[in-house]
């Protein structure tokens, strides 16, 4: 199979897994992870066939949504890339990449090794940012059941995995427990640059969120 068809048969499968997916880890999210990890990987003159191949199976299983199981992820692309008799260092590549490339709490450190893996990463992280990043926390929250804000509940700085996956918090606390570190962890110069663009829009829209909060406003 050449590069081209794996792509392809590949693009098929995850859109397949993930159309119509709720919680804002669906098909769409994919795409637009795959587009902007190609736009920053061409930029960095990553090798834009593991940085699309990687994009398409990042979220293909995700702990989240499988009793927390970190392994489940990597694993399920390995096999998919075995069916598809992809060269084992190009396997192991994509593997590492999808087992390093999650936020883990705000405490903990989770450094690419590889410009492909810089580039997927920051890719996946500019979509937790801005309007879409915003629209995703929510939905998510609402999908875990979630308050959309206690403001008798502060947010935590999580310094294990474990605590940040045990977290069942308020989603605003989402955004200081993850999205407003995102744009200081940022792997590459135009990553950085458009994760700064996003943060200031969160900002503005947290500050009349809370503005709002408590229903006094003057008619
Ligand atoms: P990563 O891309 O670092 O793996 P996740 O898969 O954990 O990120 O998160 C994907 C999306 O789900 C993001 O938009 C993120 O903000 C949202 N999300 C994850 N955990 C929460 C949470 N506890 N509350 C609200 N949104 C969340
Ligand atoms: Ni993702």
Do not use: C
Not at 124 to 143: H, P, Q, T
């Amino acid at each position: 199979m050449d590069i081209k068809e794996i792509l392809t048969i590949t693009e098929n499968h995850v859109r397949q897994k993930l159309e119509g997916e709720g919680s804002g880890h669906d098909w769409w999210h994919i795409h637009r992870v795959r587009n902007t990890a190609l736009k920053l990987g061409k930029e960095e003159q990553a090798d834009l066939f593991i940085v699309e191949l990687t994009a398409l199976l990042h979220d293909i299983a995700d702990h989240k949504f499988h009793g927390g199981d970190e392994e489940i992820g990597p694993a399920t692309a390995r096999n998919w890339l075995k069916s598809l008799e992809v060269e084992e260092s190009i396997i192991n590549h994509v593997f590492e990449i999808i087992r390093d490339v999650s936020f883990k709490g705000a405490e903990v450190e989770t450094p690419m090794k590889t410009i492909e893996g810089k580039v997927v990463q920051d890719a996946d992280r500019l979509d937790a940012l801005g309007a879409i990043g915003i629209a995703r926390a929510f939905a998510y929250g609402g999908y875990k059941g979630r308050e959309l804000h206690n403001p008798n509940i502060p947010p935590e700085n999580h310094d294990s995995f474990e605590e940040y996956k045990k977290s069942t918090g308020p989603t605003l606390n989402h955004f200081y427990e993850k999205l407003f570190l995102l744009k200081d962890r940022m792997n590459t110069d135009s990553g950085r640059k458009l994760a700064e663009e996003r943060h200031q829009f969160m900002e503005e829209f947290v500050n009349r969120f809370l503005s709002e909060w408590g229903g006094n406003v003057e008619l």
